[in-house]
């Protein structure tokens, strides 16, 4: 492996003088482990090129503009329209692949930007030479990092390396989104994936860092649960609030309070990835309120006395929100300082007092002073709490009703409105005291407030629909399990051969935001369906949470009923968004734990292994973000199909195969070298349904593979068949290009499919249980 | 702007190439009996525009016999479409439609040739909004789109202005009767 060496010296006295402060780096030095390196080492642009290009093959973009014209440069604004080209002559498919590798830059150097800070952090107090214990179930460590660097890092000082590499590719393909550089969609979109390939590492390094440095979970199926929901924090104590997706903060304020016996004092409680790591690091402190759409929705109760700041999906007006309830703002990221003084260096008592006499706005006390931000965010709270007791309500039923009586029925709410909700017939019924249709509409807003900053009276619509809504969201309690990290080798020991062999199902994870067209019940309705199916439901992010926000009939969540381990019928939560390396990272171990390929740099045999063998299958149904896209790409480079919800159409091209072209559906044998039928599997690899029916239909299709075995292909065929039947009614008319042999079908459907595929002329095909695309692959098995 | 321009979201902003407005049911009839082979595409929100005297589903169907279209429902409400007993109903999700559509050699749903146009109700308006901008750059120059919905939709060929539900059922009903003659 690469290494480099550095030492320090604080300081040397000798008899030849004195040395202050000297510190040696020295390249690199390679070290060797036990696997021999592959042929990608740290892959450039263009190494990777000809695995994208078999799988854009496959799956050719298909653009749905959401701009006609390029505003980037000072040529423009140009038409792009149809075949036109702008000034510098690019036409609008390769405009949108720019913007998706735009956006995806964005999303891998933000999770990049958050690995250099916290790995540098963590360095500071912990020492370089800290080993990355995971726990005595992980001992490949590292997918992601092994697969496309080559490195096996022992320590986190080993984890510069691969950072400089990612940091180096980055900029690289940002300069590709330069006017005058690349020309080419399908050019474009290698780099797409090459950028999300990256973001996984870049993932990978910062959820491994902080899971074996702090005292998170270490790969643990019975990760502890924890509360989750607004009607879970107790608002007789001082709230403190943490928002964002940085572990720093909430580091400091549990240490601080753990130090000095004030567990019971202040009620700490997180927002979207923030939370996840509060809670992984403090679960017996720490709360989950949700989602980042409930961001807004919490401030609007008045109830946070503190908000702690963090990076990345933070609405950026918060400051002015928490304006209105008079409550403290700190920032700790350099990324988000909000125009506040820089306190980093100050005495933390004295800040305090500048907070509660209001003679600053808001602190910023960068992110490496963990121990300040919490004795400031705790001391704050508690002095501010009691002074705040007026603002930790909504406002009266009369004060909405006179609100209400004060909208001129212009409409603009739900023009701006992304969900085109009925806010005007509700505020129509709430003028005469009626208050259930704003109370209808909780579960679908996501809480942007476009349509307050559409409204022409300035009616504050959001806090009309919370005090609407009062009854519903105080029992809002619930229950989630920490984000356990990374998957156990003995895990996959497990369900390796299950998945491989189809006799798992599939793995199906819900990742991404919370942007959702239809409330965020959709998403726990899917895991419940997938989990009764036997299917392994891996879970992060946003995602995680609005899946425990919702109880069966029994009166428990998800997260209650169905175990965290990886098998069969597991929910298992790894964590935040950086946690979604350990979903991809599995599949990457099943290649090399079950399968025994070797990783090292050796990422299109594992990226092909993964495509026809692997059943996975993500589903982002509120993706949102730039993050959210690069975190896809990185899945579909690995040959994983993911599906959006509708909003997820706006990241403007899909890609998409094409059922009834035989020709795109061969593969080698491997041990034959004969090119041979497989059928669409899976079918496409970038998809935005219109209907959660539509997604579930979807995704047990998609996770079928052409290494399934006839047993394996019949169980994946029986759920493929009945969520049809159950939601459309009918057999699926594509069913015959998934079935290989008779023995391919269920038995218990065995008459009818017969009969199906007599009409449509099936013929019987073989299977190929060594698969591959790769033609330099053909009897290397 | 035109009257009826104002798009169904405030800052979806129409790019050059605009959708024709067909302000008269008795247009937008005569646009669909007189433009050939075409396929209705029918999106899970339909069901929105349902009150006592408009049933969504049974008035696609009339249209749709009235018309000689074949019928593609992208979602669950396909069950409910198979009941009226039309035999030109087809299920294809959307993205895999949109797909198809923008391909020249595509031969439709029966394989009996592309279609000339495909009219587009009821769908979420941006999803609607970003097909339609997919077809309008990548399938101009075979296939026309029409719009039914209540809002302007700028990326078809041809949109309804934006306008009332309420108003927009009897605009719906009044398209059928010229149809029907």
Not at chain 1, 652 to 670: I, K, P, Q, S, T
Request: charged fraction near 25%; hydrophobic fraction near 40%; aromatic fraction near 8%.
């Amino acid at each position: 492996m690469a290494r480099r060496l550095r030492f320090k010296i604080e300081e040397l006295k000798s008899d030849l003088g004195q040395i202050k402060g000297l510190e040696v780096h020295i390249g690199r030095i390679v070290e060797e482990w036990e696997e021999p390196e592959g042929p990608t080492p740290m892959p450039s642009i263009a190494e990777l090129r000809h695995w994208d290009q078999i799988l854009l093959r496959r799956y050719p973009p298909m653009y749905m503009p959401f701009c006609d014209l390029c505003c980037l440069c000072t040529f423009g604004k140009c038409d792009l329209s149809r075949d036109k080209r702008g000034a510098c002559g690019l036409d609008i498919a390769s405009q949108q692949s720019r913007i998706v590798l735009l956006a995806c830059c964005i999303g891998a150097a933000t999770h990049l930007a958050h690995a250099r800070d916290l790995v540098e952090w963590l360095i500071e107090n912990y020492g370089r030479n800290a080993p990355l214990d995971l726990g005595n179930q992980v001992f490949l460590e590292a997918p992601h990092i092994r697969l496309v660097t080559g490195i096996k890092p022992r320590t986190i000082g080993d984890l510069e390396d691969a950072l400089d590499y990612v940091e180096t590719e980055v900029t690289r393909l940002l300069a590709c989104c330069h006017t005058g550089m690349e020309g080419n969609n399908l050019d474009f979109e290698s780099k797409v994936f090459h950028a999300g390939m990256l973001d996984h590492v870049a993932m990978e390094i910062a959820d491994i860092a902080q899971t074996a440095i702090l005292r998170f979970p270490k790969a643990d199926p019975e990760a502890p649960l924890v509360d989750i929901g607004l009607g879970t924090i107790d608002i007789s104590k001082p709230v403190i609030m943490v928002i964002g997706h940085m572990v720093e903060p909430s580091v400091g304020i549990i240490d601080y309070l753990e130090e000095h016996g004030m567990e019971n004092e202040v009620e700490v409680c997180g927002l979207c990835c923030s939370a996840h790591e509060l809670t992984r690091y403090g679960p017996k402190i720490g709360k989950i309120v949700g989602p980042i759409s409930w961001q807004l929705r919490f401030i609007r109760t008045g109830v946070p006395d503190v908000i702690v700041l963090d990076e990345q999906c933070i609405r950026t007006d918060l400051a002015l929100e928490a304006k209105k309830i008079n409550a403290v703002v700190i920032a700790t990221s350099a990324k988000n300082m909000q125009g506040f003084p820089d306190m980093t260096h100050e005495d933390p008592n004295k800040v305090v007092e500048l907070l509660i006499s209001r003679k600053i706005p808001g602190a910023f006390i960068h992110e490496s002073e963990a121990e300040k931000i919490g004795e400031v965010a705790v001391k704050a709270a508690i002095k501010l709490a009691p002074l705040r007791a007026e603002y930790k309500k909504l406002p009266s039923k009369e004060e909405i009703i006179n609100w209400a009586k004060k909208c001129r029925r212009c409409g603009e709410c739900i023009r701006a409105c992304p969900n085109n909700l009925p806010i005007k017939d509700a505020l129509d019924k709430a003028r005469n005291g009626d208050l259930r249709a704003l109370a209808d509409l909780y579960e679908r807003c996501i809480a942007c407030t476009r349509c307050e900053k559409a409204c022409p009276e300035d009616i504050p619509i959001l806090t009309l629909i919370m005090k609407a809504s009062e009854r519903i969201f105080k029992e809002e309690k619930f229950k989630i399990r920490v984000g356990r990290g990374p998957i156990q080798d003995t895990e996959i020991r497990t369900v390796g051969q299950p998945i491989v062999l189809g006799e798992i199902p599939g793995v199906i994870a819900f990742v991404g935001c919370a942007n959702y067209a239809n409330g965020g019940r959709e998403v726990a309705e899917m895991a419940e369906e997938f989990l009764k199916r036997n299917y392994i439901v891996t879970v992060s992010g946003c995602a995680a949470m609005n899946i425990a926000m919702y109880k069966n009939e029994t009166g428990q969540t998800l997260y209650e009923i169905y175990p965290g381990i990886f098998d069969a019928g597991g929910l298992v939560n790894v964590g935040s968004c950086v946690a979604n390396a350990h979903i991809s990272g599995a599949a990457i171990k099943i290649a090399s734990i079950f399968a025994k390929r070797n990783l090292r740099a050796n990422y299109a045999e594992i990226a092909d292994y993964v495509h026809t063998r692997v059943g996975a299958c993500g589903i982002a149904w509120g993706a949102m973000s730039q993050k959210a896209a690069s975190i896809a790409s990185g899945f579909w480079r690995l040959g994983i199909p993911v599906i959006v919800g509708p909003h997820g159409s706006k990241y403007r091209r899909m890609l998409l195969g094409r059922r009834e072209r035989e020709e795109n559906w061969y593969v080698y044998d491997a041990f034959t070298g004969e090119k041979v039928y497989t059928g669409p599997v899976p079918e496409h690899l970038f998809y935005a349904a219109e209907t959660k029916e539509e997604a579930m239909v979807m995704a047990v299709k998609l996770c079928m593979r052409a290494s399934d075995t006839t047993k394996g292909r019949a169980i994946k065929l029986t759920n493929y068949i009945d969520l049809h039947k159950k939601f459309f009614g009918t057999l699926p008319n594509d069913l015959h290009l998934f079935i290989r042999r008779e023995a391919d079908i269920p038995i218990t459907l065995k008459e009818e499919v017969l009969e199906f595929l007599k009409k449509v002329g099936w013929k019987e095909r073989r299977e190929v249980p060594n698969p591959t695309l790769l033609k330099e692959l053909v009897k290397k098995e | 702007m035109m009257r009826g321009e104002s798009t169904g979201q405030t800052a979806e902003i129409p790019g050059p190439i605009k959708a024709i407005l067909l302000k008269e049911p008795k247009r937008v009839a005569a646009m669909l009996k007189g433009i050939g082979r075409l396929v209705i595409i029918v999106g899970d929100r339909i069901m929105e525009y349902e009150n006592e005297k408009f049933k969504p589903i049974d008035f696609i169907v009339d249209l749709a016999k009235s018309v000689n279209a074949h019928i593609n429902v992208t979602g669950p409400l396909i069950t409910k479409f198979r009941e009226k007993g039309y035999e030109k109903i087809y299920l294809m999700p959307a993205m895999e439609t949109i797909d198809r559509l923008r391909d020249p050699e595509w031969k439709g749903f029966d394989g009996e040739g592309g279609y000339r146009m495909a009219v587009f109700i009821g769908f979420y308006y941006y999803y609607e909004w970003l097909m339609l901008n997919g077809l309008k750059h990548f399938a101009y120059k075979w296939l026309r789109t029409l719009s039914l919905d209540p809002l302007y939709q700028p990326n078809a060929t041809f949109s309804l202005p934006s306008m009332d539900v309420d108003k927009w059922r009897d605009f719906m009903l009044e398209v059928l009767n010229h149809i029907r003659g």
